[in-house]
Each structure stands twice: as C-alpha cells, then as structure tokens.
C-alpha cells in the first residue's frame, strides 16, 4: 500500500509568495491545501477551500475538510496578507486597524488553533509565519501592518515555546519588498511606476529586488527535516533593506 503524501497547508496561496510555496512544496512532495478567498491559478493546488482566515466559522470548517483527507498535516504556511493604503496615524481609520490586524495576526492565530490538533495527532510539524522587515523595524505611513507583523513575530515565538514539546516548530519570515506579488497592486490600488521601481532598488543595498521563489525557498527549507531543530526563528530575506528603512 502506498503511502499518502504528507501535507502542507498554505494561507493566501493563489498569489505572491504563498503561490510560490506551493509550488516548491508540491515539489517537495507534499499535498498542497489552499486557504484563500481567491482561487489560485489552475494546476498549482491539490486543492483550493475558499476560507477568509480572519472568520473563526470559515478556518474551523475549512480544519475539518482537512482533517478528513488521508495523509499527515506536516506543514502549515500562512502567508495570507494584507496592508493599508498608507498616510500615517493621523489618516489611519480604526476599521482598517482591525481588518489588517484581523487578516494579518488574527488569521495566523485562527489557523494555528484549529490546525495544530491535526499536528499534534501526527506526531509534529512545522509552521511558517510570514511577517516583515516591518515588524522589526517599523514602517512609517503604515502603523497597521507594521503592528500586525511585530505582533506576528511574538506570536511566533510564543507558539514555537508552547509547541515545542509536541514536535510542532514554528519560525517566522520578515521578508523585504517583493514588488512582483500582487501586494502592492492590493495596496496602493496600482502597481508600482518606473520610478518607484527604481527607488526602491535604491533602498536594498544588494541592489536587486526580491523575487517571491526566493522567500518561497527559504519557507520550504523552514517546512523540511532539514531545519529541525530550528524553532522560534525569525528569519530575514531582504538583501539588506531592513538596513536601511
Ligand atoms: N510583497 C511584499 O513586498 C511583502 C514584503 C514583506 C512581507 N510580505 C507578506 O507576504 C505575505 C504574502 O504577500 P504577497 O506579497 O505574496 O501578496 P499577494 O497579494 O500576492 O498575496 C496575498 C494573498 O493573500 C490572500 N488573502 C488576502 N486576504 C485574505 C484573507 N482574509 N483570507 C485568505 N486569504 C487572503 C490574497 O487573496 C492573496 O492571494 C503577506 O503576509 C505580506 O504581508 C509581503
């Protein structure tokens, strides 16, 4: 009898850095569970369930589609994401304080909880949060999602504390700008111009942007046998940039 693949559980994987997660997973040999509100792009998934991950009701159900598919929950990706359109405190709106902090760190929070039982019953696994250089170092324009990524990494250190002793590890990423993914597009409302291309590339001190396989690479390497006993990380992927931000 053959073995079902293990698999891997990604927020936000039809697009960006969760796509290309999957794809490298799906190349590591897992079987890949989209949660996102969008479906992703055809033959990219195992399977797409359409689950905004700031709804308890929709992350439990989705959890239970989970817990029903043959094979071992081994790893849990959640790159869901959102910003703010930016301006500062005096611009920033309560209501969109709460929807980025409740995508951004309630998501991570509410996959975790209904997921990790699926974990613990397998023996172990490996969660990856992908927060931002932002969380570390703030991000002026952008109090929201510069807390909601701060509050992701102390959750991720929390976590990794509570579930160390049940095989589950859990690291965060702060990655730099990404500019190919649609997160600015989701941000700004556009993509970026020319000129802010090239300001940007400015800022990185490797002088080349990021591309979203290369976070994607180091999310696989968190996921794999090949980083135990790393726990509680919290990983930078950002050619410099964080230097100066
Ligand atoms: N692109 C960057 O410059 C950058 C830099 C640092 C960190 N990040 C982080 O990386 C992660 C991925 O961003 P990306 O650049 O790939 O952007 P992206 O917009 O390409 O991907 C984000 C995905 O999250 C999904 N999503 C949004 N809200 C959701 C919700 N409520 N429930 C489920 N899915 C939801 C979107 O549909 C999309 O597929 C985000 O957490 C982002 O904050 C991005």
Sequence with gaps: MTQPQ????????????????VRRLKE?????VVLDIQPPPPESA?????????????????????????????????SAGIGE???????LDPEVLWRVICVNLQGPLLTMKHLVPLM???????????????????????????????????????????????????NAVC??????TGFVRQQL?????????????KKVPMGRSLRPEEVARTIAFL???????????VLVIDGGERFSS
Aim: proline share 6%; glycine share 16%.
């Design 175 to 180: 990655p730099g700008s990404v500019p190919s």
């Design 85 to 91: 359109p930016g301006g500062g405190l005096e611009e």
């Design 46 to 78: 195992d399977l797409f369930i359409r689950c905004d991950v700031g709804d308890q009701v929709q992350v439990r159900s989705a959890a239970e589609a989970i817990g029903a598919l043959p094979g071992r929950l081994c790893a849990l990706v959640n």
């Design 223 to 233: 996921c794999s046998s090949d980083s135990v006993p790393i726990t509680g990380d």
């Design 120 to 170: 613990k019953a397998g023996g172990g696994g490996a969660i990856v949060n992908v927060s931002s250089i932002a969380g570390l170092m703030g991000s002026p324009g952008y109090p929201a999602y510069a807390a909601s990524k701060g509050g992701l990494i102390a959750l991720t250190i929390s976590m990794a504390r509570e579930l160390a002793r049940h095989q589950i590890r859990v």
């Design 189 to 201: 409302g556009r993509d970026f111009t020319p000129a802010e291309r090239l300001a940007l590339l």
């Design 28 to 32: 590591a040999g897992y079987f890949a």
């Design 6 to 21: 293990p698999i891997a559980v990604i927020t936000g994987g039809a697009s960006g850095i969760g796509l290309a997660s």
